[in-house]
């Protein structure tokens, strides 16, 4: 059931009618997670027992490390927990990658592990909701927060419909606690939960799916693009992934502030950042800082030696490029990352954000842009080819292809100026609305208007909508992740 469908519309328009009718909280936490199973069920219903597999692990090995003095029960029970959440991720979206790799590696002795091989599917989400509950164990093995005895409510933490396919991943100390008391839905927040609404789908319908109609052809095409083709197809996926995975975040923001609960932000600017460390403080701020929490930090963080804080950025780096997709074109955007933040600590890449000032500070931002946009290729070369009868990962060809598309010529045709004239006509809107958020430092600003302008903003992106929004309902990208 995706957010820009009727389907949804539907569903939520019930949903939020019978909350509002609902007297006590309670009884509304016990329709948002019958709520939750049935949007997830829409996905396939099969995926609902793992995911209550998955909820009733955590809850009991929180309550065991919660209730338990001994420090050694208490250790237990975090790697039971950090086990099995890792076991169900690790089978169902890596397995068939390590048996590849493993492949790889046998094939040049004689040996076959083909029969191995399975077809799974990969559930929806997996990714965020594991991520969630790692960190809601974690924080009570040390002592930040309690463990819930309140099974339902812990379970609608995990399930919460709004947040739980693609984000933001976020935490019990600020989602789970919400569920323990009567929430007041005031009139900010549905103010505030229409616009984001309106701005995410915005970006998804006008935005997001028509530069994937860009891009999309580029890299199918990689082997015969030119040099500017390939280029610019990079820049409409660059613009694609961002609108996509922002408005999802925006949209379940939005819809959760009506229901009176309050979703991190997830994106702040992402392509205004001056630096490699500024950038992972924008883009997926939620991800980011798990990493930064529960890996980076628990390694040393720059605690040690500068070989040491660089041994620990590169696989904090190399985890979170492996999280988006069972791939050796993630590993390596991760790598690509992490060294990026390794060359920015050493050589400073960059001016800091504090120094920076007028067209030194835009030209900062102008050439942290092009490093994003190859790591934008890279994560983009998802290729597959059928061998046997069997899905292979073929990105290593594909972002060799895009690489070396001058060999095709270096010019700038028609097909390219007709791209660049797309992406200018599209981006440009946003473009200026981000420009305004930067410089009010308001992601909200649009809001604090006068009535006349704000009405003239909403009426100029509802007639885009209307004439060049694709209405198909294509999925969210982070979807597959």
Same mark, same amino acid.
């Given at each position: 059931m995706l957010f820009n469908s009727w389907d949804f519309v539907v569903f939520f328009l019930v949903v939020y009618v019978v909350y509002l009718l609902l007297p006590a909280y309670r009884q509304q936490n016990l329709l948002l997670l019958a709520a939750s199973y049935y949007f997830y069920s829409a996905w396939d219903w099969r995926f609902l027992f793992l995911l209550l597999s998955s909820t009733v692990l955590d809850y009991v090995c929180a309550l065991r490390i919660d209730t338990s003095d001994s420090p050694r029960i208490r250790k237990v029970f975090l790697v039971a927990s950090i086990t099995g959440n890792l076991t169900l991720l690790g089978f169902f979206k890596y397995f068939n990658f390590f048996l590849d790799s493993l492949r790889t590696l046998l094939t040049p002795l004689g040996l076959s592990v083909e029969s191995l091989h399975l077809h799974i599917i990969l559930p929806v989400g997996i990714s965020f909701y594991t991520f969630q509950e790692m960190s809601y164990t974690i924080d009570v093995y040390r002592r930040e927060i309690p463990a819930t005895r309140r099974f339902l409510d812990f379970a609608l933490f995990v399930a919460f419909f709004p947040h739980m396919v693609a984000g933001p991943i976020m935490r019990a100390s600020s989602l789970l606690v919400q569920f323990f008391r009567p929430r007041t839905i005031t009139r900010e927040f549905v103010i505030t939960g229409v616009w984001l609404i309106f701005w995410g789908l915005w970006k998804k319908i006008v935005i997001a799916d028509n530069m994937a109609l860009l891009a999309d052809p580029v890299f199918a095409d990689s082997a015969r693009v030119t040099w500017a083709q390939?280029?610019?197809?990079?820049?409409?996926?660059?613009?694609?992934?961002?609108?996509?995975?922002?408005?999802?975040?925006? %949209?379940?923001?939005?819809?959760?502030?009506?229901?009176? %609960?309050?979703?991190?932000?997830?994106?702040?600017?992402?392509?205004?950042?001056?630096?490699?460390?500024?950038?992972?403080?924008?883009?997926? %701020?939620?991800?980011?800082?798990?990493?930064?929490?529960?890996?980076?930090?628990?390694?040393?963080?720059?605690?040690?030696?500068?070989?040491?804080?660089?041994?620990?950025?590169?696989?904090?780096?190399?985890?979170?490029g492996l999280w988006h997709g069972a791939a050796w074109n993630y590993v390596w955007w991760g790598a690509y990352h992490g060294g990026l933040l390794i060359g920015h600590r050493w050589i400073a890449l960059a001016p800091s954000p504090a120094k920076a000032r007028g067209w030194t500070r835009v030209g900062a931002m102008a050439l942290m842009f092009q490093f994003t946009l190859f790591g934008w290729l890279l994560f983009r070369c998802t290729r597959r080819v059928r061998v046997d009868g069997i899905l292979r990962d073929d990105s290593r060809a594909q972002i060799v292809e895009m690489l070396t598309a001058f060999r095709n010529g270096w010019g700038f045709d028609t097909r390219a100026l007709v791209v660049l004239l797309t992406i200018l006509a599209f981006a440009l809107p946003l473009i200026v609305m981000q420009v305004f958020q930067y410089r009010t430092g308001d992601p909200l600003c649009v809001l604090r208007v006068p009535m006349p302008a704000r009405a003239a903003i909403v009426a100029g992106l509802s007639v885009m909508w209307l004439l060049w929004g694709i209405q198909a309902g294509d999925a969210f990208i982070y979807f597959q992740f």
């Amino acid at each position: 059931m995706l957010f820009n469908s009727w389907d949804f519309v539907v569903f939520f328009l019930v949903v939020y009618v019978v909350y509002l009718l609902l007297p006590a909280y309670r009884q509304q936490n016990l329709l948002l997670l019958a709520a939750s199973y049935y949007f997830y069920s829409a996905w396939d219903w099969r995926f609902l027992f793992l995911l209550l597999s998955s909820t009733v692990l955590d809850y009991v090995c929180a309550l065991r490390i919660d209730t338990s003095d001994s420090p050694r029960i208490r250790k237990v029970f975090l790697v039971a927990s950090i086990t099995g959440n890792l076991t169900l991720l690790g089978f169902f979206k890596y397995f068939n990658f390590f048996l590849d790799s493993l492949r790889t590696l046998l094939t040049p002795l004689g040996l076959s592990v083909e029969s191995l091989h399975l077809h799974i599917i990969l559930p929806v989400g997996i990714s965020f909701y594991t991520f969630q509950e790692m960190s809601y164990t974690i924080d009570v093995y040390r002592r930040e927060i309690p463990a819930t005895r309140r099974f339902l409510d812990f379970a609608l933490f995990v399930a919460f419909f709004p947040h739980m396919v693609a984000g933001p991943i976020m935490r019990a100390s600020s989602l789970l606690v919400q569920f323990f008391r009567p929430r007041t839905i005031t009139r900010e927040f549905v103010i505030t939960g229409v616009w984001l609404i309106f701005w995410g789908l915005w970006k998804k319908i006008v935005i997001a799916d028509n530069m994937a109609l860009l891009a999309d052809p580029v890299f199918a095409d990689s082997a015969r693009v030119t040099w500017a083709q390939a280029y610019l197809g990079v820049v409409a996926f660059a613009f694609q992934i961002y609108a996509d995975f922002s408005a999802y975040s925006d %949209i379940a923001r939005g819809v959760a502030r009506l229901l009176g %609960i309050d979703l991190m932000q997830n994106f702040d600017l992402p392509y205004f950042a001056r630096n490699p460390s500024d950038f992972w403080r924008r883009w997926h %701020i939620s991800l980011s800082t798990w990493l930064r929490d529960y890996l980076y930090i628990p390694l040393g963080g720059n605690r040690g030696t500068p070989a040491r804080t660089s041994t620990n950025l590169m696989l904090t780096m190399l985890l979170g490029g492996l999280w988006h997709g069972a791939a050796w074109n993630y590993v390596w955007w991760g790598a690509y990352h992490g060294g990026l933040l390794i060359g920015h600590r050493w050589i400073a890449l960059a001016p800091s954000p504090a120094k920076a000032r007028g067209w030194t500070r835009v030209g900062a931002m102008a050439l942290m842009f092009q490093f994003t946009l190859f790591g934008w290729l890279l994560f983009r070369c998802t290729r597959r080819v059928r061998v046997d009868g069997i899905l292979r990962d073929d990105s290593r060809a594909q972002i060799v292809e895009m690489l070396t598309a001058f060999r095709n010529g270096w010019g700038f045709d028609t097909r390219a100026l007709v791209v660049l004239l797309t992406i200018l006509a599209f981006a440009l809107p946003l473009i200026v609305m981000q420009v305004f958020q930067y410089r009010t430092g308001d992601p909200l600003c649009v809001l604090r208007v006068p009535m006349p302008a704000r009405a003239a903003i909403v009426a100029g992106l509802s007639v885009m909508w209307l004439l060049w929004g694709i209405q198909a309902g294509d999925a969210f990208i982070y979807f597959q992740f």
